[in-house]
């Protein structure tokens, strides 16, 4: 029988300066798919929530000033009671404010904002985030770039820019625990290694 290969886990995007040559490469490329990396580095949702976000959605959040979605990976749980289900809420930030009252200027309620161009008013798919994600992490040399990716950077960078505060990375994130918040962040993994790595000064080569 054949052994199935595991699967890498996405990784952040860690570089500040390599989000914005991100940013530059899909603007230059195609202005849909800049906004969709834009709005997974900013909000932390997942690809699949992303996708499915109409033109209305949209007005709805820059008139509220946040986003306001039940997580479809929330939804579907069995360890929530669907009573109890409340909507991650994020705040739309200026500059991201900015970007989306231009990109759906002259676009109607109903349109999906990440249209596919496979069929009448479609929306891309998760696999396809991936596969423009991961071009787009070639082009700066990087690997595990994936539609994962996007919320991954959004909590990578809440975590450095709060002065290393998990308990908020987790409580924005909407985790249940931080044990989940630190593997999420590979935190456990990056100590390891970095503990690993001081063997070196007892190994003569």
Same mark, same amino acid.
């Given at each position: 029988m054949k052994k199935k290969v595991k699967k890498k886990p996405a990784k952040p995007i860690k570089d500040s300066d390599l989000i914005l040559d991100i940013q530059d490469y899909l603007k230059q490329k195609n202005e849909r798919n800049y906004l969709l990396f834009v709005l997974g580095v900013s909000t932390g949702y997942r690809a699949g929530d992303l996708v499915k976000l109409r033109v209305r959605d949209v007005r709805e959040a820059l008139e509220n000033g946040y986003f306001e979605i039940l997580e479809e990976k929330? =939804?579907?749980?069995?360890?929530?009671? &669907?009573?109890? %289900?409340?909507?991650?809420?994020?705040?739309v930030i200026d500059n991201?404010?900015?970007?989306? &009252?231009?990109?759906?200027?002259?676009k109607r309620?109903?349109?999906?904002?990440? &249209?596919?161009? #496979?069929?009448?008013?479609?929306?891309?798919?998760?696999?396809?985030?991936s596969v423009?994600?991961?071009? =787009?992490?070639?082009?700066?040399? %990087?690997?595990?770039?994936t =539609?994962?990716?996007?919320? &991954?950077?959004? =909590?990578y960078r809440i975590y450095v820019e709060s002065d290393y505060?998990?308990?908020?990375?987790k409580e924005?994130?909407?985790?249940?625990?931080?044990?989940?918040? #630190?593997?999420? %962040?590979? %935190?456990d993994r990056e100590e390891y290694?970095?503990?690993?790595?001081?063997?070196?000064?007892?190994i003569r080569t």
């Amino acid at each position: 029988m054949k052994k199935k290969v595991k699967k890498k886990p996405a990784k952040p995007i860690k570089d500040s300066d390599l989000i914005l040559d991100i940013q530059d490469y899909l603007k230059q490329k195609n202005e849909r798919n800049y906004l969709l990396f834009v709005l997974g580095v900013s909000t932390g949702y997942r690809a699949g929530d992303l996708v499915k976000l109409r033109v209305r959605d949209v007005r709805e959040a820059l008139e509220n000033g946040y986003f306001e979605i039940l997580e479809e990976k929330k =939804a579907h749980s069995k360890n929530v009671r &669907k009573e109890n %289900l409340k909507p991650r809420i994020v705040k739309v930030i200026d500059n991201l404010s900015m970007i989306l &009252k231009r990109y759906i200027q002259g676009k109607r309620d109903y349109e999906y904002i990440f &249209k596919s161009r #496979k069929g009448y008013n479609q929306h891309i798919t998760v696999s396809r985030v991936s596969v423009i994600l991961s071009e =787009a992490g070639e082009e700066f040399g %990087l690997t595990n770039i994936t =539609a994962h990716s996007l919320r &991954k950077t959004y =909590a990578y960078r809440i975590y450095v820019e709060s002065d290393y505060n998990i308990l908020l990375v987790k409580e924005m994130l909407g985790h249940s625990s931080i044990e989940i918040t #630190k593997r999420y %962040l590979g %935190l456990d993994r990056e100590e390891y290694d970095k503990y690993s790595d001081i063997l070196n000064k007892i190994i003569r080569t």
